[in-house]
């Protein structure tokens, strides 16, 4: 099993400019999330999904989309860049709400 | 609503001593309690979870942290640090229908 992968590891963005942050899991988890992860700040979650085709804001969903079309893909849209976006994004996966699996995440940086 | 409180953002041990980095959560179910440790430049790995059964939970690494419901806490410790603890340490609470909320991390230096 590779787990929770993500590409890109890193990107440079400039403001205004659009991109997919990819993540796919291979453990048939129901669950999947995705955080962004600020210095000192710990980890906010941006979005969740409960199964393919299921998907609900976290706590700071602004600028970003997502959508479920497998149960293996979750993929992160950013739209229009912004510098409030540059951070280190983590998806993760979870058969239950008692454990949930992290990806090696990505560093955005936007410009 | 739940929250999550990790006392100190930076801890610092000499190689052998004990380890404790606090964690206090708030949650209007009854609680999952989780610790995870980060790793530079790595995403985040379960070190120990409690759910509902013993409130003395046994990780890896020789983590092990205590569930105490009258102080709200979920403590993390090792008896003897290593060089190789030295990480970022997040504390975690989930509640029955609800998801993760993750403290702001409390990064472990170990000195020789």
């Known amino acids: 099993n590779a787990g929770v992968t993500q590409t890109p590891k890193f990107r440079i963005l400039k403001i205004g400019q659009s991109m997919t942050l990819q993540c796919t899991q291979d453990m048939n988890h129901n669950y999947m999330y995705w955080y962004r992860q600020d210095p000192g700040m710990g980890l906010k979650l941006i979005y969740y999904?409960?199964?393919?085709?299921?998907?609900d804001k976290g706590e700071v969903p602004n600028g970003y989309n997502v959508s479920r079309s497998t149960t293996e893909d979750f993929p992160l849209r950013l739209e229009l860049a912004a510098p409030s976006q540059t951070s280190v994004y983590f998806c993760?996966?979870?058969?239950?709400?008692?454990?949930?699996?992290f990806g090696p995440g990505t560093r955005l940086t936007v410009l | 609503a739940q929250s999550v409180t990790q006392l100190g953002s930076h801890v610092s041990v000499s190689e052998g001593a004990l380890v404790l980095l606090r964690c206090n959560y708030s949650s209007s179910v009854p609680p999952y309690l989780f610790w995870y440790v980060q790793y530079p430049n790595q995403g985040l790995q379960l070190l120990l979870k409690y759910t509902s059964a013993a409130t003395l939970v046994k990780g890896i690494n020789g983590f092990e942290a205590e569930f105490k419901k009258s102080e709200t806490s979920f403590h993390l410790t090792k008896p003897s640090a290593h060089m190789s603890d030295a990480a970022e340490y997040f504390c975690?609470?989930?509640?029955?229908?609800?998801?993760?909320?993750f403290g702001p991390g409390t990064r472990l230096s170990v000195l020789p």
């Open positions: 993760a996966s979870a058969e239950d709400r008692q454990r949930q699996f």
């Open positions: 999904s409960v199964g393919a085709g299921i998907t």
């Open positions: 975690a609470v989930s509640g029955y229908g609800q998801n993760f909320v």
